[in-house]
């Protein structure tokens, strides 16, 4: 099992940047690939990036590609989302996710989908001002 505590959330104009970090709980972080999601007022949830377990592969929303960058650090227990060029459009609460891997390589699409994820932390609200 694993805890996740997504922090570095805030209050940003739009083409300004932020970091979100994503900090796990327990010795087993590099078994989990991982996953940030986000949830605007009155709408679903929404993938954003995704890493695998090693980090060696990461996905991205085409709403995001290019601008946003997704990173892990295995020794540190922590995955980062790195937000460049933000928008009034990427306001939202951002959660982090884990899913146990298998360590096998597998379509982009298995990485998007929410309901592969095992483990959500509580989210951090990103508002971006126009």
């Known amino acids: 099992q694993v805890q996740l505590v997504e922090s570095g959330g805030g209050l940003v104009q739009a083409g300004g940047s932020l970091r979100l970090s994503c900090g796990a709980s327990g010795r087993t972080f590099s078994s989990y690939d991982m996953g940030w999601f986000r949830q605007a007022p009155g709408n679903e949830r929404e993938f954003v990036a995704a890493i695998n377990w090693s980090g060696r592969s990461t996905y991205y929303a085409d709403s995001v590609k290019g601008r946003f960058t997704i990173s892990r650090d295995n020794a540190k227990n922590t995955m980062y989302l790195q937000m460049n060029s933000l928008k009034p459009e990427d306001t939202a609460v951002y959660y982090c996710?884990?899913?146990?891997?298998?360590?096998?390589?597998?379509?982009?699409?298995?990485?998007?989908?929410?309901?592969?994820?095992?483990?959500w932390g509580q989210g951090t609200q990103v508002t971006v001002s126009s």
């Open positions: 996710a884990a899913d146990r891997t298998n360590y096998r390589a597998l379509p982009p699409a298995h990485y998007s989908a929410i309901d592969q994820y095992d483990y």
